[in-house]
C-alpha cells in the first residue's frame, strides 16, 4: 500500500498530462505517416520512380519526409481521398442496382407499353388497366 501511495507523489498530475500529451502526440504522427504513404500509392499522377523515391525519403528520414511531402503535395491529398470515396461509394452504387435488378426507373411509355402487354394477355381488366395507367401518367 505504501508504494502506491509515494507512486503518487513520484508522478504527479503535471506529468501524467505531459505523458498522455506524448502518447496523443506519437499516435498522430503514425496516422499522418500512414496517410502520406496511403496518399502516395493511390496518387495516379505519379509515375514508379517517384513513389518510390517519395517512399524511401518518408521511410529514411520519417520527420523530415513526411513534412516535405505535406508541403508539397498536401494540397490535392484531401482531393485524391475525395475521388477515392466518390469511386467506392459508385462502385457501391452501381453493384446495388445489379443486384437488385434495376436499370432505373422506368419511362412512362416503357410502363404503358408494359401495362398494355398485360391487359392483352388478359391477366388485368380494362378497369385495372385503366387505373394502373391513371397512376402511370400523374
Do not use: C
Not at 496517410?35 to 517512399?55: H, M, P, Q
Not at 484531401?78 to 446495388?96: P, S
Not at 432505373?104 to 392483352?120: M, N, V, Y
Request: no cysteine.
Amino acid at each position: 500500500m505504501d508504494s502506491y501511495v509515494s507512486l503518487a507523489y513520484d508522478y504527479p498530475v503535471l506529468g501524467a498530462f505531459w505523458t498522455v500529451m506524448w502518447i496523443f502526440l506519437w499516435v498522430m504522427w503514425i496516422f499522418l505517416l500512414f496517410r502520406v504513404i496511403v496518399d502516395l500509392f493511390r496518387d495516379d499522377s505519379l509515375g514508379g520512380a517517384a513513389k518510390t523515391g517519395w517512399l524511401v525519403f518518408t521511410i529514411v528520414l520519417p520527420f523530415l519526409g513526411v513534412f516535405v511531402y505535406v508541403m508539397a503535395r498536401g494540397k490535392d491529398m484531401g482531393k485524391r481521398e475525395q475521388a477515392h470515396v466518390k469511386a467506392q461509394l459508385d462502385e457501391t452504387n452501381r453493384y446495388i442496382r445489379e443486384a437488385v435488378g434495376a436499370t432505373g426507373p422506368a419511362s412512362e411509355a416503357e410502363q404503358l407499353a408494359k401495362l398494355s402487354e398485360i391487359r392483352a394477355r388478359g391477366d388485368i381488366s380494362d378497369e385495372e388497366f385503366r387505373r394502373a395507367k391513371e397512376k402511370v401518367l400523374h
